[in-house]
């Protein structure tokens, strides 16, 4: 499905209004023509997944903001689903990771006043 494209009409035209240059300089800037994102914007032609990227990243969306279907891949062969997959995935292991580091240092902070309590002995106890 990524091979023969998807269709993007009338998705193109608002992010490239609010684009540096417009139509002509987000086309530049992926390395295509105005009128060929006009085609594409008015659904002559399909983005296909090569176009679709450069146009992502260029304009910081995703691809299914351009209309991919769910099932596009990426470049690491990895459908849309499978990465957003993988991502929450390795976002679950940051956040144990991040939890278990606050709990470490609640602990150290904790070790800390006990020592300084120790080697710091109050007023009352000094003046004896």
Do not use: C, F
């Amino acid at each position: 499905m990524a091979e023969k494209g998807w269709d993007a009409k009338g998705l193109l035209q608002p992010l490239w209004s609010k684009y540096p240059g417009g139509r002509d300089g987000l086309a530049e800037a992926v390395g295509t023509t105005g009128n060929s994102l006009s085609a594409r914007n008015t659904g002559k032609r399909t983005l296909g997944l090569s176009l679709g990227t450069r146009l992502a990243e260029e304009l910081h969306v995703s691809l299914l903001e351009l209309g991919a279907p769910s099932g596009a891949v990426d470049e690491a062969g990895l459908t849309l689903v499978d990465r957003l997959e993988s991502l929450a995935v390795d976002l679950a292991k940051a956040v144990r990771k991040q939890t278990a580091m606050a709990r470490e240092i609640r602990q150290l902070r904790g070790r800390v006043q006990q020592l300084e309590a120790r080697s710091w002995p109050d007023e009352a106890q000094s003046t004896g």
